[in-house]
Nanobody, 123 residues
Framework: QVRLVESGGGLVQAGGSLRLSCAASGPTFSDYSMAWIRQGPGEEREFVAAIDWIGRATRYADSVKGRFTVTRDNAKNTMYLQMNSLQPEDTAVYYC????????????????WGQGTQVTVSS
């Protein structure tokens, strides 16, 4: 079973940056494609970004394209989300998720989930 732990959330002013990390433990990290999903207050879960097993392919929601970058380091069993030019509408709990299948544009259906990290962007 894969265990996922997010970190790096916090409070930042609009226009600022944060870097989220998702540390994985358990079976071989490189067997899993990974994704970032977020859920704002009173909103449904929203797909943010996905990365395939070796980091060759990535996919972004239109709302974050050009501002967010997803990467992974399989040697460290960790996925990252660099978030730049943050806006108040980016305020949400950010979850990392893992699945053996590379899923894009999907906010559900992942096999494993982390507990989430809060990102709050003030105006």
């Amino acid at each position: 079973q894969v265990r996922l732990v997010e970190s790096g959330g916090g409070l930042v002013q609009a226009g600022g940056s944060l870097r989220l990390s998702c540390a994985a433990s358990g079976p071989t990290f490189s067997d899993y494609s990974m994704a970032w999903i977020r859920q704002g207050p009173g909103e449904e879960r929203e797909f943010v970004a996905a990365i395939d097993w070796i980091g060759r392919a990535t996919r972004y929601a239109d709302s974050v394209k050009g501002r967010f970058t997803v990467t992974r380091d399989n040697a460290k069993n960790t996925m990252y989300l660099q978030m730049n030019s943050l806006q108040p509408e980016d305020t949400a709990v950010y979850y990392c998720a893992a699945d053996i299948y590379y899923q894009v544009d999907s906010a559900e259906g992942y096999e494993y989930w982390g507990q989430g990290t809060q990102v709050t962007v003030s105006s």
